[in-house]
């Protein structure tokens, strides 16, 4: 009974001992992971803040150096008109010392118009924009202060942007003339996109990250979300949701761990750094964020495979235990052979948990690992090794191969030599690759080195290979591990290549500095003199090796120690510098934030007497506090010298200006009088040079005072002229020039398309090597002229045809009635009746072509009466019935109503459109459609149009110029006065005529007729 009591007893012991076991081995390897994943975020999280400040620095760096830029050009002079040149090559020069920096760089006047800038790139279409209405502008103006923030700018249509919209940061300086007032402003752009391509994709690619830049209203600007751009940015913690500020503050960089958007707009854990961006009086935050999952993914994997391995130790334990506890029911005879047995087993037992751990760590390790034995076998090639190289554990667990993920041929690696205690080839195979010994594990080495496609990527790796030693101190085996270093060295190059870029930009600012004509000095807080540049060593006879360190900086300017504005500005001791400069009228700086400026005298100054202007400002850190102070000095001696010899002769000068006053008055009279005089000329003036180019051109719209406008000025006249005329103009300028002063004519093409008659006078002005040019436009002159001339031809040939037809009329009378008599008496038949009929006709033609001469030649005057033109249209469409009825022509009528009546002769007005009617139907073939139609030409208008359509043949393109010539025909048996007739008909009326037609579609006659104002105003 004792001996079961025992045996259940000890049973008991043995499960208890294992569950005990079982427990701590879970709590140790929870414990280890949570320790772990715990360091790990925090070594990420600095990283990343550290990454944040970086790119912070560097953007804040952007904007100081592009401000103090922009401030430099707003104290330079900038006329009204536009730019001096100096003042445009000094915007240019800035511009390609911020290049890449910048966008574009513009000067505007006080309404916000664009007068002048650089890059011409970005300029062409800017020329006269205005920013009037945009809030930045609006905030300059108003507030006199510098202005730095985020503005969406249209750039204007041009070869840069064609109307396009532009994310940028805008800095905007505002000049101030002497009085304080508001003349203009200098503005500086930075393309939002600049921005991301310098600073933030290569903060980017330092790891799986995100970034986001967050204004002062804590909008977000940035963001590779679009769909969250603008929008507040906000983190959630604890449950509760509110803007970043509220968690992080702007002020500080640091880091933290909250709840975020990601890329996909899903919102997951993240670890965000974060650092402030000092905008002028503006703090934006730049923040780089990463998924948590992403940080401690190889290390949960690593967690993983280490609980597996616990896990198969707890399994041994337990298998153990029922062993032990099983042999504990043998034989107590056996209990010594048990003891030992269980001594064995747990040595077993131990070497074996402490393999598997070992295993375990190394297989779930994220270091890429892998160990050879004496024998140069890979005997452990872990899963990172496996990721890392392309090459996994089966294939190469066992052979020799370790070389193959490297190299392309077999060759000995770090290990191999370790094993071999080769130490001598080793440095010849890794001399250039550094190797060195390690520091942190005896016996081991390590080195970097670069590999192209390993893994399908290009990689730099660090090597370390430490041997593993047996019972004895031999070498038994070397573990070798890689790490993949490729970001640190990215992030390495990226670093050096910033501190490059601001090394230079320090010596650039040094540089400036010490090359400047303006006396300069800098103290740091602790009143030491860092900078003495070269000018003020040769203004005070101090030189920067006898000052530069010390604070003997009041020692040229006064005989005892005492503070200068710089020493007040660095203790903050406003109060303290009232007492000391009072009386040189210190005052606060207008231009400079946080600024001081005064005058002084001082006796014996370098040699001199000097009057001197002082300007100090403080130069503040990221978190805007005074480092240092900047003090400027100028020697106002001369200025002083000039402004008391002004006060002698400011009598005789206000004097002579009084004179000059009245003198331009009068002058000014005089020039507006024979402006005014010129500009009504119908003539058009230019004043050329002796090349050609044009000075000044009378009656131009666009010109400004004194000369012509920006489009004429400056050119020669012939970029004017047409390309056919050129040769021509320039051999009559010749002759001018030869003195030959013979007008000319010039027949050119006007902008509406129609053809314009010139005369040209030249003629020089005397005393001068200028020539005048007088265009005068003839057209008018020359029409009257063809019509005097078509008028008498008229006149001629109408005296002719009515001489002609009164005599033939006669005998034509004589013929017909000769005809008549003989058909009567002789009674002819067959076809001697008709040859009559063919007689008779012909005499008949014949008669009323010499009607309608007589009527063309000796027009008579129109008896005008009221008349109805829808009765006179109505009359003259009866008259030609049979010709519309044996056609079968279909008449479509369009009269408006309430028409006045017209002073009119209708007999005329109806056999002029009885004309009308027969050539449209000549025109038409059978059923064919005529459309008549009258109304006014506008309602309130004097005039009556009336339209008469046909869709006929139509007349063809050449002839429609020779219509109304007399005896022009194409019919068989016209006369070619119809449409004469009725031309001259219209113009007695004091009417005109026009036919609109295409050969093929038809002909529309169209007549005007005035109303008269003797008509009543009833129907």
């Not at 990420?44 to 952007?62: K, Y």
């Not at 854990?269 to 961006?277: L, S």
Request: proline residues 4%; contains cysteine.
């Amino acid at each position: 009974m004792k001996q079961s009591f025992f045996k259940t007893e000890f049973k008991f012991s043995i499960w208890i001992a294992t569950l005990v076991v079982v427990v701590l081995i879970l709590l140790l390897a929870l414990t280890v992971n949570h320790a772990r994943e715990k360091a790990i975020v925090e070594q990420f999280s600095r990283q990343q803040a550290t990454i944040a400040g970086s790119v912070a620095n560097g953007i804040e760096d952007l904007i100081v150096n592009i401000e103090k830029s922009s401030l430099l050009l707003s104290s330079l002079h900038c006329g009204d008109s536009g730019a001096p040149p100096e003042t445009v090559v000094s915007i240019q020069a800035i511009y390609d010392f911020l290049v890449g920096k910048v966008q574009m760089i513009v000067r505007l006047d006080e309404s916000g118009t664009v007068i002048c800038g650089y890059p011409d790139s970005h300029m062409e279409g800017m020329w006269d924009k205005s920013f009037k209405e945009y809030p930045f502008f609006k905030k300059i103006r108003k507030s006199h202060a510098p202005y730095i923030g985020k503005q969406i700018i249209r750039e204007a249509a041009g070869t840069a942007g064609n109307g396009t919209e532009i994310d940028s940061i805008v800095i905007g300086i505002p000049k101030l003339n002497t009085e304080g007032e508001f003349t203009g402003a200098v503005l500086a752009t930075i393309s939002i996109h600049a921005i991301v391509d310098r600073y933030m994709y290569p903060a980017r690619g330092l790891s799986t990250n995100d970034f986001l830049m967050v204004d002062e209203d804590d909008q977000i600007i940035i963001n590779s979300n679009p769909d969250i751009i603008g929008a507040a940015a906000r983190i959630t913690e604890d449950t509760m949701t509110a803007p970043m500020n509220e968690f992080f503050p702007r002020e500080t960089k640091g880091y933290g761990i909250s709840l975020f958007r990601n890329r996909t707009g899903e919102t997951i854990k993240t670890i965000i750094g974060y650092a402030p961006i000092h905008m002028s009086e503006n703090l934006w935050s730049f923040a780089v964020v990463t998924p948590y999952d992403s940080v401690i993914l190889l290390l949960r994997k690593a967690s993983g495979n280490i609980m597996l391995g616990a896990l198969g130790l707890i399994i041994a334990v337990i298998i153990t235990g029922i062993s032990i506890a099983r042999s504990s029911a043998r034989n107590v005879y056996f209990r010594e052979q048990l003891k030992r047995l269980q001594e064995r087993e747990e040595w077993q037992g131990k070497l074996l948990r402490e393999k598997k751990t070992v295993e375990g760590i190394t297989e779930g390790s994220p270091i890429p690992t892998f160990v050879i034995d004496r024998e140069h076998k890979i005997i452990l090639w872990n899963r990172a090794c496996a990721e890392l190289t392309g090459y996994g554990a089966e294939e190469m667990i066992g052979t020799d191969r370790h070389y193959l993920p490297f190299y392309t041929h077999k060759r000995p690696v770090i290990a191999d030599f370790i094993i071999d205690q080769d130490f001598e080839t080793l440095e010849n195979y890794y001399g250039k690759q550094g190797i060195t010994k390690s520091k942190a594990v005896e016996g081991a080495y390590e080195a970097r080195d670069f590999f192209k496609e390993l893994g399908g990527k290009d990689r730099h790796l660090y090597f370390l290979a430490a041997p593993i030693y047996d019972e004895k101190g031999e070498i038994a085996a070397v573990i070798e591990t890689l790490q993949d270093v490729s970001n640190e060295v990215e992030m390495a190059n990226n670093l050096k290549e910033y501190a490059e870029t601001i090394q230079r930009e320090k010596k650039t600012i040094e540089g400036i500095t010490e090359g400047s004509p303006i006396p300069t000095f800098v103290l740091d807080r602790e009143h030491t003199i860092i900078l003495w540049n070269r000018a003020c060593a040769e203004l005070t006879g101090c030189s920067a090796e006898e000052m530069i360190g010390t604070d003997r900086h009041y020692l040229p300017f006064y005989t005892h120690k005492r503070p200068v504005i710089a020493d007040f500005i660095i203790d903050q001791d406003i109060e303290g510098l009232e007492n000391y400069y009072g009386e040189k009228k210190i005052r606060k700086s207008e231009r400079v934030k946080g600024a001081y400026e005064a005058t002084d005298f001082f006796k014996d100054l370098g040699g001199e007497d000097r009057h001197l202007y002082f300007l100090a400002a403080p130069i503040y850190d990221e978190k805007g506090e005074i480092t240092s102070v900047i003090e400027t000095l100028q020697d106002i001696s001369k200025e002083n010298e000039m402004a008391q010899n002004l006060r002698k002769f400011a009598d005789n000068l206000q004097k002579e200006l009084t004179e000059n006053i009245n003198l331009r008055k009068e002058i000014e009279e005089l020039y507006n009088y024979l402006q005014s005089i010129i500009d009504n000329l119908p003539e058009k003036i230019f004043d050329l040079s002796g090349d050609g180019i044009i000075n000044y051109v009378s009656r131009d719209i666009k010109k400004e005072r004194g000369g012509a406008s920006r489009e004429i000025r400056g050119k020669h006249f012939t970029d004017f002229v047409e390309p056919e005329h050129r040769e021509y103009m320039l051999e009559k300028w010749e002759a001018a020039k030869r003195g030959v002063f013979t007008p000319y004519e010039l027949e050119v093409t006007a902008r509406d398309g129609s053809r314009r008659n010139l005369l040209i006078t030249p003629s020089p002005v005397k005393g001068t090597d200028r020539y005048v040019l007088v265009q005068r436009d003839i057209t008018d002159l020359k029409n009257l002229e063809n019509k005097y001339y078509e008028s008498q031809k008229l006149a001629a040939v109408g005296q002719l045809s009515a001489g002609i037809a009164h005599e033939v009329r006669n005998p034509l009378s004589s013929i017909k009635m000769s005809l008549q008599i003989l058909e009567k008496r002789i009674q002819p038949s067959g076809n001697d009746l008709k040859r009559f009929r063919i007689a008779q006709r012909e005499v008949e033609h014949l008669e009323k072509l010499v009607n309608d001469v007589l009527i063309f030649a000796r027009p008579s005057a129109p008896k005008k009466e009221p008349s109805d033109i829808k009765g006179i249209l109505e009359h003259a469409l009866a008259m030609a019935e049979k010709s519309i009825s044996d056609k079968q022509i279909q008449v479509v009528k369009r009269f408006e109503k309430k028409i006045p009546l017209l002073e009119a002769d209708p007999a005329m007005l109806e056999q002029a459109f009885l004309n009308v009617y027969h050539n449209a139907i000549d025109a038409m073939e059978t059923k064919g459609t005529l459309l008549i139609s009258s109304k006014r030409l506008s309602r309130d208008s004097e005039y009556v149009v009336i339209e008469i359509d046909d869709n006929g043949c139509g007349i063809e393109k050449e002839d429609l110029a020779h219509l109304f010539n007399p005896f022009f025909t194409k019919k068989r048996y016209g006369t070619g006065l119809g449409l004469s007739q009725v031309k001259k008909i219209i113009e007695l009326h004091e009417g005109t005529v026009e036919i609109l037609s295409k050969e093929g579609e038809g002909t529309r006659f169209r007549v005007t007729l005035p109303i008269g104002t003797k008509n009543p105003d009833n129907n």
